[in-house]
């Protein structure tokens, strides 16, 4: 389902008004803003400004500036001192009444001030696919070498028993 107007209802319609959560880039087509609730230093989200589902809904221009709005907020996330950019989330007034374990707990991790060795970039498109907000939403997740005991795999990891294979030799 679609919807070219925003909705009053959305977080992420709200976030793309400029709304909410402040705003790291923008292109004609996308917004982004660090997510208030991340995994990893910059942990980012890359929001259409059209209420959009699904990312196989985007429309030619939309589908041309996506990769632009990846790299221009990778270019963000490399250029952001990271700590003060949590240190003040811990001390916005709009994320007083929401829990903030999660930003603490980035505070305390031995990377954060690293520059990111990888990236994830994912999209859970659809209900069965873990997707919590019914507005398309890329995740662009900075990852850092030891973040996890295991990064083999990546993304096959969400359905872990059968994410692994084996190669033949």
Same mark, same amino acid.
């Given at each position: 389902?679609?919807?070219?107007?925003?909705?009053?209802?959305?977080?992420?319609?709200?976030?793309?008004?400029?709304?909410?959560?402040?705003?790291?880039?923008?292109?004609? &087509?996308?917004?982004?803003?660090?997510?208030?609730?991340?995994?990893?230093?910059?942990?980012?989200?890359?929001?259409?400004?059209?209420?959009?589902? &699904?990312?196989?809904?985007?429309?030619?221009?939309?589908?041309? $500036?996506?990769?632009?709005?990846?790299?221009?907020?990778?270019?963000?996330?490399?250029?952001? $001192?990271?700590? &003060?950019?949590?240190?003040?989330?811990?001390?916005?007034?709009?994320?007083?009444?929401?829990?903030?374990?999660?930003?603490? &707990?980035?505070?305390?991790?031995?990377?954060?001030?690293?520059?990111?060795?990888?990236?994830?970039?994912?999209?859970?498109?659809?209900?069965?696919?873990?997707?919590?907000?019914?507005?398309?939403?890329?995740?662009?997740?900075?990852?850092?070498?030891? $973040?996890?005991? $295991?990064?083999?795999?990546?993304?096959?990891?969400?359905?872990?028993?059968?994410?692994?294979?084996?190669?033949?030799?």
């Amino acid at each position: 389902m679609t919807s070219a107007l925003p909705n009053q209802d959305c977080r992420f319609c709200r976030i793309a008004a400029g709304l909410a959560d402040p705003l790291v880039f923008a292109n004609r &087509s996308f917004v982004a803003a660090f997510d208030t609730h991340p995994v990893n230093p910059g942990h980012a989200l890359i929001i259409p400004r059209r209420h959009v589902v &699904s990312l196989f809904e985007l429309n030619e221009t939309e589908q041309s $500036d996506y990769f632009d709005a990846i790299q221009g907020v990778r270019e963000v996330i490399e250029t952001t $001192d990271m700590t &003060s950019l949590y240190r003040n989330m811990l001390s916005r007034e709009d994320l007083r009444e929401r829990p903030k374990d999660h930003i603490e &707990s980035v505070l305390e991790l031995p990377f954060l001030g690293n520059r990111p060795d990888a990236y994830t970039v994912g999209n859970n498109d659809g209900r069965a696919a873990g997707r919590s907000i019914d507005h398309l939403h890329v995740i662009l997740l900075p990852r850092y070498e030891g $973040d996890v005991q $295991d990064p083999r795999g990546g993304i096959r990891n969400v359905i872990p028993d059968r994410a692994k294979y084996h190669k033949r030799q």
